[in-house]
């Protein structure tokens, strides 16, 4: 039918999943983009010195300063685009360290078995019991208060789901015929693990990834916003609104910088929903 | 606020602890009891898990909790740092500590903070009705909402209706709750003079005597209509920011749930003997939602709980949120443990809970 | 003799992005009382979305034209409530998987009873009383007892049997039946068909039996259909299909079956096939 000739930008278009062609897609996608290239960029961009504190306090938005100054005169829009480095790039290195650390343990627990998955999978169980913002509250407080630290803390409440996901999708193939016939030709676990079972772990783990990048932003910010992250002159989010809520009438200190937070996660949720929803029908990962 | 492990699918299907409901079919009262049994030893083994994994973080690390407790100053005088490490037993080695707070908890003792200088158990008792109160108010709220939004979203599927209401959700658990908080406060109290400043009650106003610890009830159960009236204004403001991210929490999982259960046969079938939409809903559609919608119900619960952190600091709410974050912050290991040890015992509850309400919810786990 | 179930025309397509992907492209069959009118063919053929357009119950962003003739009510314009009154009531249907087409949460007496008192405006206890009688026909013995008990407790053909009862409680005149043995084991399978055979002898039922296997399909169908890509590409009775087929993709179908000798099957064959039921 009408299948039979498209053009090749066409066909590049149609192999982008539905969610994410649909005019919101389009849009998160574009802002997902542009905060990508400011985490790269922006620090380089900014109209002003973001640590320099050389402009008029209490600023509101105007030509000069766009978004407003802050209590020590510096420009708000210059933090928010040097900020993307710090929260938005530590985002991502959270959810990539999550990922690979719960990937690990859940492909060990559920290609080992027997007591090696019991114990992983008690440990599991015990990290998930744990109120999430309170341990990693308390490991951010217990290693000191550096950005480091939160993506540490953060790492610590963040793994378990994966290695979860990851251990069940490992028992399932684990029984497929073609796993067990690469066992049989003598693969050695390693080899097994590798060329079985990796390849078919991997989709399903980056679906879930993606969509896990925004709430990877908000918990990051959230320990800075609590004083556990980001130490004071750092341009992060979180820490900005923190020392917004002293300046109550200056509204601007505060909300660019939840604003910025909040495109982020939205653009990273919508994007992750989407692939998941292309991916994953049936919310296997969820 | 950020909370991973809110993510129910991932939550039962792989727990083995779970039975296998159905192939067994009627199960009997013996193997519920011995199911039962087996979770709480389990629950009782991660409890002990909580109190070990907080009580090496807080002790292997760079932090020390006496200078924290006593004030840098102070701490530079060994005998002070001495006579306080005697006093809480910090001199002991560590697994003599850990047994000596094992030897008191099963005591039910937790404790005394090194902060308020109060046993730990006395400052819960405060802090905790403080943010049940929140709690509960912001669940069964979010709840009631989330659970529409998502039958509505459900039945609109592909329609504009579903596509606002999931973007609605989308936002919902986007935003910062941090940030929410400080947005409607700006707005409420500080621009439209409409919502009370932060704390429980306006100055002037006094508590209403202890019962429950959750100020609108007490001064409702002792008619004091006036305390109600300005506790329950103070608790609007954060239970609505904590409801607005639960209910995109909800709506997304119960939209999830109804579509499942909308796809599924049974209803097709419901639906192909003619009854009316409404019947089906009611009859055969929520009832087997329940199940799932359940569970999230109950682990945005525990999530609500922890996420009061964020919320309880810029309301300046005395609950456990606020301190947890001041123990924690300060390294004040006891206080620390209790809260981890209540939100542990919390979730586990939860848990339970839920597997208990499944026995009654459906007949392929019923009990006898 | 006249056809109480008369599909006219009846075409199908369903509408995305690209546009609209015709699905059945134009069916036509008349099913006569006490008649069963096989329809067979492939996955994707289109014979299940058939059957599930009687119901009413076509796929979302469906577009459909035709008609859909019960006696003089066209099924195909019926919307809501006026819907609502023919499925169940006039209109009963029989679903592939008897686990999954009964709510595992209500009890089989609930599931039995529920449209009994909506279509035929019952009390309580006579729609009871009533489903006990169907269970009776159905062969499940055990009486209200039986009522109380939830569908896990039943086995898969015994669920099936109380599926049955549940179409057929409100003594509807057509019965869509949509491969209702094909979960079930083939000594099951037996039971099942001669059931509804009986039924559909004793009550002059007008049954829509949808399969791909055509072994069951010479064991219960009167007239047989052949669907390919959404369309009819054969009908005729039984012996004349299954021995004579006129189709090319009839007769690779026919080929395929175990115990098919050179393509074509002879009336042994087919008697084997039917099961001795």
Redesign the interface.
Known sequence: MAETRRSLPSRIWRAIPPGIRAPLGVVSAVIALVWVVLCLIGPQITPHDPLAQNLPLYQPPGVDTLLGTDELGRDVFSRILAGAQVTVGLALLLVVMSMVVGSVLGVVAGFFGRWVDEAIMRFTDLVMAFPTVILAMVTAAALGASLFNAVLAALIVSWPPYARVVRSMVLSLRHQEYVASGRLLGFSPLKSIGVDILPNVAGPTLVMASADIGTAALLLSGLSFLGLGAKPPSPEWGAMVSSAVRHFDKWWMGVFPGLAILTVVICFNFLGDALRDYFDPKGATR | ?????V????GD????ALPSA?RQ??RSHAALLRYLGKRLV?SV??LF??TL??FI??NL???DPVAAAVGQRAAEDPAVVAAFRAKYGLDLPLPQQYANYLARLVQFDLGTSWQTHNPVAKDLSTAIPATMEIAFAAIVCAAIIGVVFGAWSAYK??KITDQVLR?VS??G???????MA??C??VFY?RLGIAPGSGRLTPGVSAPPHVTGMYTVDALLAGDLRAFVDAAAHLSLPTLVLTLYTIGLLTRFSR?SFLEVLD???V?????????GR?VFF??VL??AAIPILTVVGLAF??L???T??VE??FSWPGLGSY??QS????DLLA?MG??LF??VV??SINLAIDIAYGF????VRVG | MTALLRIEDLTLGIKDEDGVTPILRGISLDVAAGQVQGLAGESGSGKTITGMTVMGMEPAGSVTSGHIWLEDTDLLALRGKELNQVRGQRVGMVFQDPSASLHPQLTVGSQLTDHVRYHLKLKRAAATDLACDWLERVGIPGGRAVLRRYPHEFSGGQRQRIAIAMALACSPGVLIADEPTTALDVTVQAGVLALLRELVDTLHLAVLFVTHDLGVMSAIADNVAVMHDGEIVEAGPREQVFTNPAHAYTRSLLASLPGAKGGLLSRADLETLGGGW
């Open positions: 606020m950020p909370q991973p492990s993510s129910p699918a991932s299907n792989s727990d083995p159905g079919g009627r389990i083994f991660l898990g909580i994994v907080t973080l807080t690390v760079p932090g599927r592909g973007m989308l936002v658990i986007s935003v910062p709750t941090f940030w400080i947005v406060f700006y500080y999830t599924s046969v049974y097709r079938a419901a639906k192909a003997k003619g009854l009316p019947t009859k055969y009832r087997a525990g999530s709980l922890s996420g952190v964020l600091s810029i947890a974050y924690a912050s300060n390294l620390v809260v981890g939100v542990g979730y586990l919810i459906d007949p392929r």
